[in-house]
Nanobody, 124 residues
Framework: QVQLVESGGGLVQAGGSLRLSCAAS????????MGWFRQAPGKEREFVAA????????YYEDSVKGRFTISRDNYKNTVYLQMNSLKPEETAVYYC?????????????????WGQGTQVTVSS
């Protein structure tokens, strides 16, 4: 079992930055691949970024490549999402998730544990 708690969301102007954090409970955190997803009102949950258990592999949705960075600290049981040059259309609830696919995956159906989400609002 893994419990996930996101933080770091908020209101930011277009072009600004935010850093999301996801704190995980459980001694086996380092064995899980981790991902970030987002869901805007009326839309399906979509993949943003994922990272392997070791942090050696990362995956990004095409529109965030070069602006977002996913990282993890297995000593702190925490995964991060640094978001730069934010756009208004990226306003959404951002979710952290854990998967037993240790290499990481972009497929939402492969994730077993989810946080409660943190709201990110980007104003124009």
């Amino acid at each position: 079992q893994v419990q996930l708690v996101e933080s770091g969301g908020g209101l930011v102007q277009a072009g600004g930055s935010l850093r999301l954090s996801c704190a995980a409970s459980g001694r086996t955190f380092s064995s899980y691949g981790m991902g970030w997803f987002r869901q805007a009102p009326g839309k399906e949950r979509e993949f943003v970024a994922a990272i392997s258990w070791s942090g050696g592999k990362t995956y990004y949705e095409d529109s965030v490549k070069g602006r977002f960075t996913i990282s993890r600290d297995n000593y702190k049981n925490t995964v991060y999402l640094q978001m730069n040059s934010l756009k208004p259309e990226e306003t959404a609830v951002y979710y952290c998730a854990a998967t037993t696919v240790a290499a990481g995956t972009r497929w939402v159906g492969n994730y077993d544990y989810w946080g409660q989400g943190t709201q990110v609002t980007v104003s124009s």
